[in-house]
């Protein structure tokens, strides 16, 4: 299979398992691309990419824009906070007002879940989800699951611990229809306030204790505690839920196995995750961040052969 079975990546629900790997192949091929002296190839050349931000971003914005320029493509940013939205224009205002610049791409992040699959059904272009609230960051998982297949060379029958704030995230979310796609087992770990009741029917393991997470895992990807999300109180304190859930080289020591550390970003370090852990030859934070330009030069591409 060469093509994509669709013309928006909306969330990893919405693809295929050829699909996924269809998009970590290519990524491979784009990984060995940007490691060259010169990174750069005329794959987009002719194509328009616009990035509109509706929420911050580090990794993600930055990480398409070197995506899309080392395919050539012509970009423009967008970001909320600076724009007419703030004098009350909408989204599909906003967005068609892009277009008309003979734009032929939107990468998106919006605060509201289902804001990318609205705008797919409400303007002519490939829209890509660059994060829709607490639902899905598609991209993020393809990059995780690409960075566990690098260091563990195979992500069937692993074991995979998602430990934090599973209710806010959207990381989990989109990595837990990714890995079990894959072949993974999933748990997700975290006070049971910040446990969607609905995950165990996404055929997830559930555990309240983290020794007990990192004693059964071979991958832990710790999510940041989302407070901008947490309108009530989850957990008495931030120095409790430290105590109790924040991941430390003292617990990894006690373990009798070596563990891979992930994260997202950005890391809140001494609440989910100590910097004698983030900092550690166990993280692979670092080489995720890496992998996310080849994993989103993957997706603009094959989306990119997807306009009709
Ligand atoms: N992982 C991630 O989405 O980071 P940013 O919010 O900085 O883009």
């Known amino acids: 299979m060469s093509q994509l079975s669709t013309k928006h990546l909306l969330g990893i629900k919405n693809l295929t398992l050829d699909d996924v790997q269809l998009i970590l192949d290519t990524a491979s091929s784009f990984k060995e691309v940007i490691n060259r002296p010169i990174k750069k190839v005329p794959s987009l050349r002719d194509i328009t990419i616009a990035n509109v931000f509706f929420e911050n971003s580090t990794r993600t914005k930055l990480s398409f824009e070197l995506a899309e320029k080392r395919l050539s493509a012509d970009v423009v940013n967008f970001s909320s906070s600076s724009s007419?939205?703030?004098?009350?224009?909408?989204?599909?205002?906003?967005?068609n007002n892009i277009l008309s610049m003979k734009v032929d791409m939107v990468v998106m992040?919006?605060?509201?879940?289902?804001?990318p699959h609205f705008l797919s059904r409400n303007v002519k272009a490939n829209i890509i989800n660059a994060g829709d609230g607490t639902h899905e960051h598609p991209t993020q998982a393809l990059l995780d699951a690409f960075s566990i297949k690098e260091k563990l060379g195979e992500i069937a029958g692993k074991?995979?611990?998602?430990?934090?704030?599973i209710l806010h995230s959207r990381v989990a979310l989109s990595n837990i229809f990714c890995l079990k796609m894959l072949g993974a087992e999933v748990m997700v770990c975290g006070p049971i306030t910040l446990i969607p009741k609905y995950i165990a029917s996404l055929g997830v393991k559930v555990e309240l204790d983290v020794k007990k997470a990192l004693e059964w895992c071979d991958v832990a990807n710790v999510l940041r505690i989302q407070l901008e999300r947490q309108q009530i109180?989850?957990?008495?304190?931030?120095?409790?839920?430290?105590l109790y859930y924040g991941i430390n080289?003292?617990?990894?020591?006690?373990?009798?196995?070596?563990?891979?550390i992930m994260h997202p970003g950005p890391i809140n370090r001494g609440v989910?995750?100590?910097?004698?852990?983030?900092?550690?030859?166990?993280?692979i934070i670092l080489n995720q961040v890496e992998?996310?330009?080849?994993?989103r030069m993957a997706v603009l591409y094959l989306l990119a052969g997807q306009k009709s």
Request: no cysteine.
């Open 272 to 283: 989910e995750l100590n910097s004698d852990v983030a900092d550690s030859e166990h993280s």
């Open 109 to 115: 992040r919006h605060s509201s879940p289902g804001a």
């Open 291 to 295: 992998n996310g330009v080849a994993v």
């Open 233 to 242: 109180k989850y957990f008495p304190s931030l120095r409790e839920y430290s």
């Open 249 to 260: 080289k003292r617990l990894l020591q006690q373990l009798n196995k070596e563990i891979v």
């Open 84 to 95: 007419s939205v703030k004098k009350g224009e909408s989204l599909v205002d906003t967005v």
């Open 159 to 165: 074991k995979i611990a998602i430990i934090g704030d």
